[in-house]
């Protein structure tokens, strides 16, 4: 029996529809999974480009505290939860959100009646603050907060960008008031002396170095 010639075109019609359905299908599924929704971040706030230092003592930080007029009485501790430390003859003494100089003027006034020379010198041996690198760095982790730091400077002491590092678009999340903040930063600008500002870090902020695509 000869075959029917439309029936033929039907199947082959059909067989091109299926093949473009096919395709489309995957076009779509592809749009979808390479079309991120987009991240949301915090407006970059004046304060950040100012390192404004906070110099006080915290919780943890480990302190020399040398007494001249009595060496006898040196001693070095660690600051308490409580944000106090227990010094001979005084007693405890509060040294959280103080200056240096400012506990040491207290130190000193503390002292008066009890040493012929009260003057007491304080010095931090140990920062208990910190800030924390992570993603494409080479040696991703914890960094001290000794000093007024930017965020390119923390992911230098982490050992800079890896090699599959994208410096323009590096991520600093901040705990605000109990609120988490977060800031998009373009360090390739950085980089290539295109700018010249600096975002400081502050305590336990965490810098998030992203993976380029390619």
Known sequence: MPANPASG????RHGILTAMTAVAALMIAFATSSCESPETYTPIPAEAFSSRPS??????DVIRLSYPGAPELNTTQKIMPNGKVSLPTVGDVTAQGKSVA????QLTGLYQPHLQNPTVLVSVEEVAACVYVSGEVTNPGKVPLDRPMTAFEAIMEAGGFSKFANPKQVVVVRNKNGKSERYALNLGDTLSGASSS???????DTVYVKQSRW
């Open 9 to 12: 075109w039907q199947r082959f």
């Open 55 to 60: 110099g006080t003592l915290a919780a943890g």
């Open 102 to 105: 400012s506990f040491q003027s």
């Open 198 to 204: 600096s975002f400081y870090l502050r305590p336990y």
